[in-house]
């Protein structure tokens, strides 16, 4: 359940950044870099500030954070799980995965627990297609997942209700 929480947002965190790179031209990945490092992805006040601050259009603020894989236009879990959705770890039963997940933590792809400890995401094949299926939590990779496996993974290592 994704919730947008921004109006909690301190954007008195960005002034030191502002400070950092304030005579520095093409600033705006850097400072978008440490945006997202501050507040865990880049919230919609957060960017109208950066382009305020940085006197480049809004459009260009968003066209460069949309661009890039490496920013977050939505807020994200403490932990991240990716299921392999491609073909073959659908038929060796990524849905049933996302079932449970659904079922238990009421958590559907793309989206983040309200306690913020976990997101879920959807990937296309990671190449490891004889594991399938296939998750990677916090950056490892787990083949051949189980329904209980995972689920006890997410509890054992989250603190997500
Ligand atoms: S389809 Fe999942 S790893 Fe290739």
Known sequence: MTQDNHN???????????????????????????????YGYLPPDV???????????????YG????????YLERRG?????????????????????????????LQPGETSEDNELTVEIVYCLGSCALAPVAVFDGKVMGRMKQNVLLNTIKKKTDIN
Request: proline letters at 4%; a neutral charge; glycine letters at 4%.
């Open 8 to 38: 909690e947002i301190d954007l008195s965190l960005m002034d030191e950044i502002f400070t950092q790179y304030r005579h520095q031209a093409g600033a705006l990945i850097p400072v978008l870099q440490k945006a997202q490092e501050t």
């Open 78 to 106: 403490r932990h991240i799980l990716r299921l392999c959705d491609g073909t073959a770890c659908h038929v060796k039963g990524t849905p049933i995965l996302l079932t449970s997940l659904e079922d238990h933590f009421h």
């Open 47 to 61: 960017l109208q500030l950066i382009a305020r601050q940085l006197k480049i259009p809004l459009s260009k603020v």
């Open 64 to 71: 460069v954070a949309t661009f890039y894989a490496q920013f």
